[in-house]
T-cell receptor, first 116, second 112 residues
Framework: EVQLLESGGGLIQLGGSLRLSCAASGFTFNNYGLTWVRQAPGKGLEWVSSIDYSGTDTYYADSVQGRFTISRDNSKNTLYLQMSGLRAEDTAVYYC?????????WGQGALITVSS | DVVMTQSPLSLPVTLGQPASISCRSSQSLVHSDGNTYLNWFQQRPGQSPRRLIY???NRDSGVPDRFSGSGSGTDFTLTISRVEAEDVGVYYCMQGTHWPRTFGQGTKVEIK
């Protein structure tokens, strides 16, 4: 059974930094691209960042480019999202999802609240 | 960026009746590999999104066959043949062909 479990969310001050993790199981981790998608309170889904199976190629939304870094550790079956320079508009539930062109499995989400 | 435009944004439906959601993209979603990466996701209240349909018309395992996807190029449709109570939620189309990936605004399906 495929499982994706996010951790590392919480309350963070404006301008602060935080790292999200997503522990994966139930599939061959290093065969698949992975993605972060976020959802602000009461809003729709927003693609944030994707990484290819090897970690070589990464992609970012303009809204987070230069502030967020996606990475993966294939030896630990874990996906990361390092976030810095956090803004109020980064407040959202962050989901990790399996896939590159399409997302067949999603985690339960981690809430990040950026507060002044 | 590719803009994904869904309509309607709110869809009140009667139980047992059909429902359709339209999704239009501002550019063709045909990838250089020949695939069209148009996906549909369902998000029930308080839950994570769940994929229903991938590559336009491929239904995921466990998804009831009352859900179907169709379309090509820039024009796509999700159809529910007979709406059931468990179908209440928000439905999103999403393109996985171009960077950045983009989602539609979401269509809220509710029971009349």
């Amino acid at each position: 059974e495929v499982q994706l479990l996010e951790s590392g969310g919480g309350l963070i001050q404006l301008g602060g930094s935080l790292r999200l993790s997503c522990a994966a199981s139930g599939f061959t981790f290093n065969n698949y691209g992975l993605t972060w998608v976020r959802q602000a309170p009461g809003k729709g889904l927003e693609w944030v960042s994707s990484i290819d199976y090897s970690g070589t190629d990464t992609y970012y939304a303009d809204s987070v480019q230069g502030r967020f870094t996606i990475s993966r550790d294939n030896s630990k079956n874990t996906l990361y999202l390092q976030m810095s320079g956090l803004r109020a508009e980064d407040t959202a539930v962050y989901y990790c999802a399996k896939g590159f062109h399409t997302y067949d499995y999603w985690g339960q989400g981690a809430l990040i609240t950026v507060s002044s | 960026d590719v803009v994904m435009t869904q309509s309607p944004l709110s869809l009140p439906v009667t139980l047992g009746q059909p429902a359709s959601i339209s999704c239009r993209s501002s550019q063709s979603l045909v990838h250089s590999d020949g695939n069209t990466y148009l996906n549909w996701f369902q998000q029930r209240p308080g839950q994570s999104p769940r994929r229903l349909i991938y590559k336009v018309s491929n239904r995921d395992s466990g998804v009831p066959d009352r859900f179907s996807g169709s379309g090509s190029g820039t024009d796509f449709t999700l159809t529910i043949s007979r709406v059931e109570a468990e179908d209440v939620g928000v439905y999103y189309c999403m393109q996985g062909t171009h960077w950045p990936r983009t989602f539609g605004q979401g269509t809220k399906v509710e029971i009349k």
